[in-house]
C-alpha cells in the first residue's frame, strides 16, 4: 500500500460549482500534512498547510482527521485556473516530503 | 528575489551516459532536498542535504548521489543512466533541516531529463 494514496481523477467541475477529494495516508508518525498544487508541466507549489482544527484559505478549505488517517481538500466557486493537479503531502522526520499521486481536477465554463 | 534555480532545463542523454544536475537554493536557505517526478507519478524523495551533509535518502540506487558546495548549492549526479531515469528533477530548498512544524519547501521549475 503506498504511503499516500489519492484519487488520480479528473474531476470535472462547473466554473462556480464546489469539489472536494480527498486523500488517505499510512504511518501516523507523519508530522505535517500540505496541499500543493501542480499546473501541467511546472513545479508543485505550495497551497496551504493542512491542520487537524481545519484551516480556510479564500475559496479553499482543507480538513485532516488523524483518527482516520485522511485529508480532505474543499475548492469553492471554482474558477477556470482553479485547474491543475492538486498533490497531497506528508511531511516526516527533517524535510523528507512524501507524496500522493495528485487528483487532477478540470473547471470547465 | 531570485527563487530555486536549476540547470539545465532540459537535456537529452543516451543509455549509460552520466549526467549532473544543479541547484542553487533561495538565498539564506541552508538545506537542498532533491526530486524525481516520472510523468502521470507523484514526486519521489531522492536527498536532502543541510549544512553540506547528507540528512536523508530516499530508495534511489547508488547510481544516485548528490553533494552540497559551502554556497549551499548542490549537485545531483546520475551514472550510468537507464531509460527509466527520464523524468522531471525537482530541487527544493528551506530555511532549515526539518524537524517541528512545516518548514516549508520551495521548489525550483526542475530539470527535464529524457533518456533514449
Known amino acids: 500500500r503506498k504511503e499516500v494514496e489519492q484519487d488520480p481523477g479528473p474531476f470535472n467541475v462547473p466554473e462556480g460549482a464546489t469539489v472536494a477529494f480527498n486523500c488517505t495516508y499510512s504511518?501516523?508518525?507523519?508530522?505535517?500534512f500540505f496541499w500543493y498544487r501542480q499546473d501541467c508541466r511546472k513545479e508543485p507549489k505550495l497551497l496551504m498547510s493542512?491542520?487537524?482544527s481545519g484551516n480556510e484559505d479564500g475559496r479553499f478549505t482543507a480538513q485532516l482527521n488523524r483518527a482516520s488517517q485522511y485529508i480532505s481538500l474543499l475548492i469553492r466557486d471554482s474558477k477556470l485556473s482553479d485547474s491543475a493537479t492538486y498533490l497531497c503531502?506528508?511531511?516526516?522526520?527533517?524535510?523528507?516530503?512524501?507524496f500522493g499521486g495528485g487528483t487532477r481536477v478540470l473547471v470547465k465554463p | 528575489d531570485a527563487g530555486v534555480t536549476q540547470s539545465p532545463t532540459h537535456l537529452i542523454k543516451t543509455r549509460g551516459q552520466h549526467v549532473t544536475l544543479r541547484c542553487s537554493p533561495i538565498?539564506?536557505?541552508?538545506?537542498v532536498s532533491w526530486y524525481q517526478q516520472v510523468l502521470g507519478q507523484g514526486p519521489q524523495f531522492i536527498f536532502q542535504?543541510?549544512?553540506?551533509?547528507?540528512?536523508g535518502r530516499g530508495n534511489f540506487p547508488d547510481r544516485f548521489s548528490a553533494r552540497q558546495f559551502p554556497n549551499y548549492s548542490s549537485e545531483l549526479n546520475v551514472n550510468a543512466l537507464l531509460l527509466g531515469d527520464s523524468a522531471l528533477y525537482l530541487c527544493?530548498?528551506?530555511?532549515?533541516?526539518?524537524?517541528?512544524?512545516?518548514?516549508?519547501?520551495?521548489f525550483g521549475a526542475g530539470s527535464r531529463l529524457t533518456v533514449l
Open positions: 527544493a530548498s528551506s530555511l532549515e533541516g526539518g524537524g517541528t512544524g512545516a518548514n516549508v519547501l520551495t
Open positions: 493542512v491542520y487537524s
Open positions: 504511518n501516523s508518525a507523519s508530522q505535517s
Open positions: 503531502v506528508k511531511k516526516a522526520a527533517g524535510n523528507k516530503l512524501t
Open positions: 538565498s539564506g536557505h541552508k538545506s
Open positions: 542535504y543541510y549544512e553540506k551533509e547528507e540528512r
